[in-house]
């Protein structure tokens, strides 16, 4: 039992079986690009393997992910023909960079040492590839497990790590997250090669945050016990004990360390084992409210940064059916230390409904699919995968009321770029 404890802070345990508290949620549709025969599924197939093959997954000094894999395949999920797909990758493989020789291989013994350091993006790829073929027989998913969850600091909680700050890494650099991302798509597409990205992005872009999961003393009583993620987000966008936040996300580790007993409250707060599955789908709704209703008409200021607290919890959605039950808070409340980190750094804006259309005047699911595959910004790779993911929230939960179909409705219709 002591062990499940250490995987899951803050999970409940049912003390007559040892049981912990899990989401059961279906698959989505799980696309076996490997064996469909259709020209679509082939298409995605290799162009997936060309960018494996030929491009790193970090590029501009190791500052930036290469987002093939991502727009690719939600192009492809939401009925890109072929033609579309490859002006995609041929668009996207413009700014990316082949890859380069890291200062030295890695082996068993000394693998983790190396953990956080994008030099050795090649070598983390071909220690992954080799373990496949030699130890796992090119069963991926059996890998994955292996090193995703085993040890003391399984790489599990390291899966929304991004850049260290170095004097050579100005701005904002890598978005945290981009892990968990590339993950979910491996399982959604089934795809050994992005499961291998994925894999070594965990390692060359594992920080401070995993901290938070491997050490149980960071789980602990809070005084703002909610059942709502955006209750708790209301709160702290009040709060003014934070004062000012930091301006890059290379500041954070500092500015939580100043206020680490703060914002232990505001994760603490949100009490996940109380009815999971509930909680988890109030998480996804806070995810679509952040990126779309804290927009004013008018304004067309959607955040660059808060996009991804909701392709994250597309990720994690995509991801529970295949993570083993007892890992399933774990991962939820991983996602929610990213939304407050996030949430903090881009000085805590809050959603208004009002901000949200009310009339859709007849615009459906089609309109907005259109919009991500044929519109001017169909080759903008976090544009289509936020379409994406209020879709296959909307298609998880239900949307009697159509609150994810007019938050997309309002988000296509108003989307004239990003704000950094």
Same mark, same amino acid.
């Given at each position: 039992?002591?062990?499940?404890?250490?995987?899951?802070?803050?999970?409940?345990?049912?003390?007559?079986?040892?049981?912990?508290? $899990?989401?059961?949620?279906?698959?989505?549709?799980?696309?076996?690009?490997?064996?469909?025969?259709?020209?679509?599924?082939?298409?995605?197939?290799?162009?997936?393997?060309?960018?494996?093959?030929?491009?790193?997954?970090?590029?501009?000094?190791?500052?930036?992910?290469?987002?093939?894999?991502?727009?690719?395949?939600?192009?492809?999920?939401?009925? +890109?023909?072929?033609?579309?797909?490859?002006?995609?990758?041929?668009?996207?493989?413009?700014?990316?960079?082949?890859?380069?020789?890291?200062?030295?291989?890695?082996?068993?013994?000394?693998?983790?040492?190396?953990?956080?350091?994008?030099?050795?993006?090649?070598?983390?790829?071909?220690?992954?590839?080799?373990?496949?073929?030699?130890?796992?027989?090119?069963?991926?998913?059996?890998?994955?497990?292996?090193?995703?969850?085993?040890?003391?600091?399984?790489?599990?909680?390291?899966?929304?790590?991004?850049?260290?700050?170095?004097?050579?890494?100005?701005?904002?650099?890598?978005?945290?997250?981009?892990?968990?991302?590339?993950?979910?798509?491996?399982?959604?597409?089934?795809?050994?090669?992005?499961?291998?990205?994925?894999?070594?992005?965990?390692?060359?872009?594992?920080?401070?945050?995993?901290?938070?999961?491997?050490?149980? #003393?960071?789980?602990?009583? #809070?005084?703002?016990?909610? %059942?709502?993620?955006?209750?708790?987000?209301?709160?702290?966008? %009040?709060?003014?004990?934070?004062?000012?936040?930091?301006?890059?996300?290379?500041?954070?580790?500092?500015?939580?360390?100043?206020?680490?007993?703060?914002?232990?409250?505001?994760?603490?707060?949100?009490?996940?084992?109380?009815?999971?599955?509930?909680?988890?789908?109030? $998480?996804?709704?806070? +995810?679509?409210?952040?990126?779309?209703?804290?927009?004013?008409?008018?304004?067309?200021?959607?955040?660059?940064?808060?996009?991804?607290?909701?392709?994250? $919890?597309?990720?994690?959605?995509?991801?529970?059916?295949?993570?083993?039950?007892?890992?399933?808070? #774990?991962?939820?409340?991983?996602?929610?230390?990213?939304?407050?980190?996030?949430?903090?750094?881009?000085?805590?804006?809050?959603?208004?409904?009002?901000?949200?259309?009310?009339?859709?005047?007849?615009?459906?699911?089609?309109?907005?699919?259109?919009?991500?595959?044929?519109?001017?910004?169909?080759?903008?790779?976090?544009?289509?995968?936020?379409?994406?993911?209020?879709?296959?929230?909307?298609?998880?939960?239900?949307?009697?009321?159509?609150?994810?179909?007019?938050? +997309?409705?309002?988000?296509?219709?108003?989307?004239?770029?990003?704000?950094?």
């Amino acid at each position: 039992m002591s062990g499940i404890i250490s995987y899951i802070p803050g999970a409940s345990l049912l003390l007559g079986g040892g049981r912990c508290k $899990s989401i059961d949620l279906p698959p989505v549709e799980i696309h076996h690009i490997e064996t469909i025969a259709d020209r679509r599924a082939r298409c995605l197939k290799h162009l997936l393997k060309a960018n494996h093959a030929n491009y790193a997954i970090l590029f501009n000094n190791l500052r930036f992910d290469n987002h093939n894999v991502h727009i690719l395949s939600s192009a492809y999920l939401l009925g +890109a023909n072929e033609n579309q797909l490859h002006d995609i990758y041929n668009d996207e493989i413009q700014d990316l960079v082949p890859w380069e020789p890291s200062p030295s291989e890695l082996i068993d013994e000394d693998w983790r040492d190396f953990l956080g350091d994008k030099r050795y993006q090649r070598a983390f790829l071909d220690y992954f590839e080799d373990k496949l073929a030699m130890e796992f027989a090119y069963d991926w998913k059996q890998e994955l497990q292996h090193f995703l969850f085993s040890g003391d600091e399984p790489l599990f909680h390291g899966l929304i790590g991004g850049r260290k700050k170095t004097p050579s890494n100005s701005g904002y650099g890598d978005i945290i997250g981009h892990p968990l991302i590339h993950l979910g798509y491996a399982y959604e597409v089934d795809s050994r090669e992005v499961a291998m990205e994925a894999l070594a992005l965990t390692c060359v872009q594992y920080n401070f945050f995993h901290k938070y999961l491997d050490n149980r #003393s960071y789980t602990r009583p #809070s005084p703002l016990k909610s %059942k709502a993620p955006l209750d708790l987000l209301g709160q702290l966008s %009040k709060d003014d004990r934070f004062g000012k936040g930091p301006e890059d996300l290379g500041d954070l580790e500092e500015f939580l360390d100043k206020n680490e007993s703060l914002f232990l409250e505001y994760w603490n707060g949100w009490d996940v084992d109380d009815d999971p599955k509930k909680q988890f789908e109030l $998480s996804q709704e806070a +995810a679509v409210a952040l990126l779309v209703a804290t927009v004013p008409p008018g304004t067309h200021a959607y955040d660059f940064f808060i996009v991804h607290l909701l392709t994250t $919890s597309h990720a994690v959605r995509i991801l529970l059916p295949f993570v083993p039950p007892k890992h399933h808070v #774990s991962l939820v409340r991983e996602w929610w230390l990213l939304v407050l980190a996030m949430f903090i750094v881009r000085g805590r804006p809050m959603p208004d409904p009002d901000n949200v259309e009310s009339d859709l005047k007849g615009k459906n699911w089609k309109y907005v699919v259109d919009k991500a595959l044929n519109s001017a910004w169909s080759k903008d790779a976090h544009f289509v995968k936020a379409i994406r993911a209020m879709k296959e929230a909307a298609q998880t939960w239900g949307d009697v009321h159509e609150r994810y179909l007019r938050a +997309a409705v309002t988000f296509v219709d108003n989307f004239h770029g990003w704000v950094h």
